[in-house]
């Protein structure tokens, strides 16, 4: 299990990530999600945690709310990023990385999930 990231590159002028939204994304691929709205630190603002079928899953969003983490599977972080680019306005430039910042890449909002892992190995 790794720390990806999806964030807000350059201004976000105001906007933030939709938590309802997000929560209906998680929700669809895993149903049983438990959500701690408690503000546990910057990073730690509202959380989401799951089970995937490689064990515990967790979500949570910066108190700023323009960058999420996810302590995923690979794949799944990948899914839950593509998902998340389609819930953000096309023109907000968005960043999918992981913590070590190994890799760095632009979400298109047409982005699927196969060409961001290709795009993820090449780099």
């Not at 691929?29 to 959500?35: A, G, L, Q, Y």
């Not at 990948?78 to 960043?95: F, K, S």
Request: net charge negative.
């Amino acid at each position: 299990m790794a720390t990806f990231m999806v964030l807000v590159e350059g201004e976000a002028s105001g906007w933030r990530f939709d938590r309802e939204a997000l929560t209906s994304a998680i929700r669809d691929r895993w149903p049983d999600v438990e959500i701690d709205p408690t503000h546990h630190s910057v990073a730690r603002s509202f959380c989401w945690s799951f089970e995937t079928h490689d064990g515990p899953g967790e979500v949570y969003l910066h108190e700023d709310g323009t960058g999420i983490y996810m302590n995923l599977p690979q794949h799944d972080a990948v899914r839950l990023a593509a998902v998340i680019r389609r819930l953000t306005p096309t023109d907000l430039a968005l960043v999918f990385c992981d913590e070590g910042y190994n890799f760095d890449v632009r979400l298109r909002s047409d982005t699927t999930d196969t060409e961001l892992i290709k795009t993820m190995n090449d780099t």
